[in-house]
Structures are given as structure tokens and as C-alpha cells.
């Protein structure tokens, strides 16, 4: 069992910057692959980026290559988004999740946060 928590979102305008944090509890974190998902209003739910287990592979969603970037801190049980150079079709509920690399990829997630919410202005 992995219980997830997001912070880190907010109000920022564009070309700024933030970092969201995916904080987890239970012990199998460090086997876990992690992704950072996103929902903005009437879009389906879209993989932005994810991170393997042991941090050596990652995988970004063309939109944001180049600028966001994900990081893991096992130790402190805690994934990271970078986001600079925002953009307002950034604006959704941004989501982390934890399941192998795979079914991270497919989007077939089996443990999930509860979001929070980056809000871009222009």
C-alpha cells in the first residue's frame, strides 16, 4: 500500500516557475516507478512525466521537454516536478502516481494522490 500527497501547486504567472512535491508513505516506495499525470478541464487525464525506481530512467511528454524536469529522493520518500518557463496550457490538477515504469507509461496506475492545482496566467 502507497498513500500519496501532492503540494506544491499554486498561482503563477507565465514563464515562472514551480516545483511540485509527491510525498509517499510505506515502505515499498523505493520499488515503486512514479509519474506526474495532469487533468485540466474537459481533457482526459495526460502522463507528463515519470521516473523509474531507482531514478535512472525518466520519460517526459513532448509539450514538456526541455522544461519541466523529475527527480526521486527515496531517502526522503519524495518525488519532484520542476516546472519552469510555464505556460497557460499548463493550467490542471497535476497528479502523481506509483506503479511499475510499464503500467505508469500506460497510464494504468494503481495507486494515486489526490491532486493539486497549478493555475497559469497569461
Known amino acids: 500500500q502507497v498513500l500519496l500527497v501532492e503540494s506544491g501547486g499554486g498561482l503563477v504567472q507565465a514563464g515562472g516557475s514551480l516545483r511540485l512535491s509527491c510525498a509517499a508513505s510505506?515502505?515499498?516506495?523505493?520499488?515503486?516507478?512514479i509519474g506526474w499525470f495532469r487533468q485540466a478541464p474537459g481533457n482526459e487525464r495526460e502522463l507528463v512525466a515519470a521516473?523509474?525506481?531507482?531514478?535512472?530512467?525518466?520519460y517526459y511528454a513532448d509539450f514538456v521537454k526541455g522544461r519541466f524536469t523529475i527527480s526521486r529522493e527515496n531517502a526522503k520518500n519524495t518525488v519532484y516536478l520542476q516546472m519552469n518557463s510555464l505556460k497557460p496550457e499548463d493550467t490542471a490538477v497535476y497528479y502523481c502516481?506509483?506503479?511499475?515504469?510499464?503500467?505508469?507509461?500506460?497510464?494504468?496506475?494503481?495507486?494515486w494522490g489526490q491532486g493539486t492545482q497549478v493555475t497559469v496566467s497569461s
Open positions: 502516481a506509483a506503479d511499475s515504469f510499464g503500467a505508469v507509461l500506460g497510464g494504468h496506475v494503481k495507486y
Open positions: 510505506g515502505r515499498a516506495f523505493s520499488t515503486y516507478a
Open positions: 521516473i523509474t525506481w531507482s531514478g535512472g530512467s525518466t
